[in-house]
């Protein structure tokens, strides 16, 4: 992100960024583990306070949150984790919630997802943190974890194309 930002001014080493991006409407978006990191992110704007960093809202699609039940397999992917209630993997439990770096999230979750209820925990804690953001979710019915990426022509993960697209145009 740094790297991506050194663009702000126009004084970036690379010139489509210089010239194209548009640094006040920032979103970040990540699929499974991928909104993990996306939601680390805008949290650590939001709680360090990067100075230059502005991120209007993030896309979270089938985010792959942990809960806070010991799991050896988290162990083993996430050696330097503080265990079960470490808020880069659980942030239902993240006393720093309330200050998450922007002001719009957008969650999805799938219905047939193991992870269903963790993005909808998720949706409902942030609700509920005094984050002063809006955050919404979309369920998408008889779908599995990432189905858009196993079938991304298929009508619903179309759907979900536009509905982030909207999203993003929207704000």
Known sequence: ????????????????LN????????FLAGDSAGATIAHNM???VGVDGLEGFKIVG???????F???EPSKFLDFIFPTSTGP????IYPAGDSELSRLGCTKVLVFVAEKDGLNDRGKSYHEVLKKS???GTVEIVETEGED????????NCDKADDLVKRMASFIKDN
């Open 130 to 132: 005094g984050w002063d």
């Open 58 to 64: 993030i896309i979270l699609v089938h985010p792959y």
């Open 66 to 68: 942990g809960n806070n």
């Open 19 to 26: 010239e194209h991006a548009d640094f006040d409407r920032v």
């Open 1 to 16: 992100m740094q790297w991506a930002f050194s663009h702000k001014n126009s004084g970036g080493p690379e010139a489509w």
């Open 85 to 88: 209630d470490d808020h880069r």
């Open 145 to 152: 974890h990432v189905f858009h990426l196993f079938n991304p």
């Open 42 to 44: 805008v949290r650590r």
